[in-house]
């Protein structure tokens, strides 16, 4: 919706976004409470109507608030010049070369624990080689 809107209207993506997640939001949980009966399914319709006009009433009334807030943003920090990545681990199988890695695994295993190394060490080998 940004690119559509070419960055305006941001009310229509804070509002447009809320209208429809707290529609899934208010069915999945009223669903939930009335399948465990917290609530009687002869309240689904009132309780599902009456919370999502709530939230969406509360998103409209904090507009204003979220275009200060995005207006002091912008003020305060300069727009994204540089972006690096960081990874813990880099595959060698990886088609992607990240600006920073702790541990090169050429093994390319499909799930790492980073404890498996020292599950075969003895109490004095971890000594050794975590003393400074």
């Known amino acids: ?11 229509t993506r804070t509002i447009g976004s809320t209208l429809v997640g707290e529609l899934v939001d208010t069915l999945v949980f009223i ?22 006009l709530f939230k969406c009433g509360i998103e409209a009334l904090m507009t204003p608030v979220t ?11 300069s727009p994204i010049s540089e972006l690096r990545s960081a990874v813990i681990w880099t595959k060698a199988m990886s088609t ?17 624990q980073p404890f498996e190394g020292y599950d075969a060490m003895r109490p004095e080998q971890l000594i050794q080689k975590w003393s400074v």
Request: include cysteine; charged fraction near 15%; charge should be positive.
């Open 1 to 11: 919706m940004k690119i559509l809107t070419r960055g305006k209207w941001l009310w």
């Open 31 to 52: 669903c939930i409470a009335s399948l465990f009966k917290v609530f009687p399914w002869s309240l689904f319709l009132t309780l599902v109507l009456t919370n999502y």
């Open 67 to 77: 275009y200060r807030v995005v207006s002091q943003l912008k003020h305060d920090y």
């Open 96 to 112: 992607f070369s990240p600006d920073y890695s702790v541990e090169f695994l050429p093994t390319n295993p499909w799930i790492h």
